[in-house]
């Protein structure tokens, strides 16, 4: 009898040559069941991850959810927005006061105003309704006129500013 350095009991007879066949067996189904074992914690794992993601994905759904969930509101007053622009520009100042206040409301809920006057022309924040000539060259894909302004919701366009832009004519 020999004693290996776990205390386990090996024993040196006859039998022991026996027990060669139901070692390997017994060492077979033992690889067996590790890897069986490694394949539930992988998938577990990937089960963890996929998990975690998907939460993560949720909460980002949920968040653009509530940002533009005002949206249609929003949209629908832009045309109330626009007639106070139009009476203002008119001169009718009695109603700047209110308009302050209607603009504050809308841009504490994420409305921003596209007055790009000056600007480089851009088609995904503006629209081109027409050019307009110029003998500037620094003027030239400028924004020289804006007819009805543009507006974002959180980043986003949601209508894009009317305007006219600038083309240099070289009248050399």
Do not use: C
Not at 13 to 24: I, L, P, R
Not at 85 to 109: M, T
Not at 115 to 136: Q, V
Not at 147 to 152: M, S
């Amino acid at each position: 009898m020999k004693k290996d350095n776990d205390d386990i009991v090996i024993e040196d007879d006859e039998d022991s040559v026996a027990s060669t066949g139901f070692d390997k067996k017994l060492r077979e189904r033992i690889k067996q069941a590790e890897t069986k074992a490694k394949e539930y914690l992988d998938s577990w794992q990937r089960a963890q991850a996929d998990f975690a993601n998907l939460r993560r994905r949720d909460e980002e759904a949920k968040l653009d959810f509530i940002k533009f969930a005002k949206l249609s509101l929003l949209e629908e007053l832009i045309p109330v927005l626009d007639s106070f622009n139009i009476a203002l520009s008119h001169g009718h100042k009695d109603f700047e006061p209110l308009y302050n206040q209607f603009i504050g409301v809308l841009k504490s809920n994420g409305l921003e105003e596209l007055s790009p006057l000056g600007e480089t022309f851009s088609p995904h924040e503006h629209e081109a309704i027409g050019t307009m000539e110029t003998e500037k060259e620094e003027e030239n894909h400028k924004i020289l006129e804006v007819l009805q302004k543009g507006y974002k919701l959180n980043g986003r366009v949601i209508r894009p500013a009317k305007v006219k832009v600038g083309e240099f004519i070289n009248k050399k």
